[in-house]
């Protein structure tokens, strides 16, 4: 019988790619990349991380890894408190799950939550 469940946020408790999408095309205009129409299928799987790696040494960013990281922040961040909302039926299924005893846990490889 299995006694506790783990969600991820991003995807799946919540659709919060949108988000990263538009958080993206931002960064990348703001430090002048170019870059090709398909770009957020390329970056918003990567993360904040890699994506920071991938815009430095591939599309050539100037800007050190941290100073992406914090651009993408900048964007995210705010956005995850106003407009980021779990996704149907999620926090019903979670207080089944919490009424039933079963522990839940919620994790997240994002820094939104910085």
């Not at 993206?24 to 398909?38: F, P, R, T, W």
């Not at 299928?41 to 990281?69: C, F, H, N, Q, W």
């Not at 039926?89 to 979670?94: A, C, L, P, Q």
């Amino acid at each position: 019988m299995i006694k506790n469940y783990v969600f991820d946020f991003d995807g799946t408790a919540a659709d919060s790619m949108p988000i990263w999408s538009s958080a993206m095309i931002k960064v990348l205009d703001q430090v002048g990349a170019k870059y090709s129409e398909n770009i957020i299928e390329i970056l918003v799987p990567l993360g904040d991380g890699k994506s920071a790696t991938y815009m430095r040494e591939k599309l050539g960013v100037t800007r050190t890894e941290e100073e992406i990281r914090d651009l993408i922040a900048k964007y995210t961040t705010p956005l995850y408190h106003k407009e980021v909302q779990p996704k149907a039926g999620f926090v019903d299924y979670v207080k089944l799950l919490k009424s039933s005893g079963k522990k839940v846990a919620l994790l997240t490889a994002s820094t939104h939550a910085r």
